[in-house]
């Protein structure tokens, strides 16, 4: 069906949202954070009339979501938001996307390879908010000095490098705590058995730092069982880490904005299809700290 331009008096077909393809691609399907940013793009899908499909691999692997990238490029995808899992492995595949002319808008993890915006969390300010909130519960604690682990998801994730870093740079100048060396966990169980490690062998831990969601919870359950005083301190809020919080295991944690991430990345995705301003590449989209005052 085509309408007559009112300004070059042109037949032209009017733009329908329901003819273009979206993509989302997460990390997983098993984080809850990817579910509300998946509620973030339903609702804003739903608000414009567009139609998006949620694709990502069962279990975190760059390999597949290359392939799930790839296939959604050659099966005719005019845009794509993408958290990638590997941003160096996963450039190439969205190059070969961005040469079919799809566009690409990334949430939380953007990856090597340029796209149009980002909307994520600014994690290095994050991190040192993890920090400044160690070094206020560890006082609150009594605990004055000792050892202090991390436990991140992936040697390859730059949104969760950066948070260790900005951590790092909040308690490396101090001289009252010793930061052990980074341990990498990509789901629950095994940041459990990093965080039980840490405990076991680390007779002066005060304090445990989480990344994101799997590996704050597995510090959380490893505190839990844990006989001496241990402050937790992780990311983001599911149900199991409001549990945790609320039974004391985790003392705060940085409360992300995926709802605002996928909400506001529908909204930029449909301002690229039109040829709309897309505004500057990159969204803070924020944090916020939750404890059991604040939860």
């Known amino acids: 069906m085509y309408i007559r331009d009112k300004y070059t008096n042109m037949l032209i077909r009017p733009f329908n949202l329901e003819d273009y393809k979206i993509y989302y691609i997460s990390k997983d399907k098993i984080s809850q954070f990817w579910f509300i940013i998946n509620q973030g793009i339903n609702d804003m899908a739903s608000l414009v009339g567009a139609n998006f ?12 979501q290359i392939e799930i990238i790839t296939n959604a490029a050659n099966n005719g995808a005019n845009a794509m938001l993408i958290a990638a899992l590997d941003p160096v492995k996963v450039s190439s595949a969205i190059q070969y996307a961005k040469s079919l002319g799809v566009k690409i808008i990334y949430l ?4 090597a390879e340029e796209g149009i915006i980002t909307l994520a969390t600014d994690d ?15 006082a609150a604690a009594g605990l004055r000095q000792g050892t202090i682990g991390i436990v991140s998801d992936s040697i390859m994730s730059t949104n969760t490098r950066e948070r260790v870093n900005g951590f790092r740079s909040v308690l490396a100048p101090n001289r009252n705590y010793r930061l052990l060396n980074t341990q ?22 005060v304090g445990i730092f989480g990344t994101n969601e799997d590996t704050t919870i597995g ?8 006989s001496t005083t241990i402050v937790g301190i992780g990311f983001d809020f599911p149900p ?3 549990k ?10 940085m409360v992300q904005n995926p709802y605002t991430m996928g909400y506001l990345g529908m909204a930029e995705t449909i301002a690229a299809l039109k040829g709309f301003e897309t505004g500057p590449p990159y969204l803070n989209t924020g944090v916020s700290v939750r404890t059991r005052y604040t939860s």
């Open 53 to 64: 499909i949620w694709d990502a691999p069962e279990e975190r692997s760059a390999e597949k």
């Open 108 to 111: 939380d993890t953007p990856a």
């Open 124 to 138: 290095y300010s994050a991190g040192v908010t993890a920090g400044e909130n160690m070094i206020i519960e560890l």
């Open 184 to 205: 990498f966990g990509p789901d629950t169980a095994s940041a459990l058995k990093i965080a039980d490690s840490y405990i076991a062998n680390n007779p002066d831990l």
């Open 219 to 226: 510090v959380g359950y490893a505190i839990s069982k844990s």
């Open 240 to 242: 199991e880490t409001q």
């Open 244 to 253: 945790l919080i609320e039974n004391g295991s985790l003392k705060a944690v």
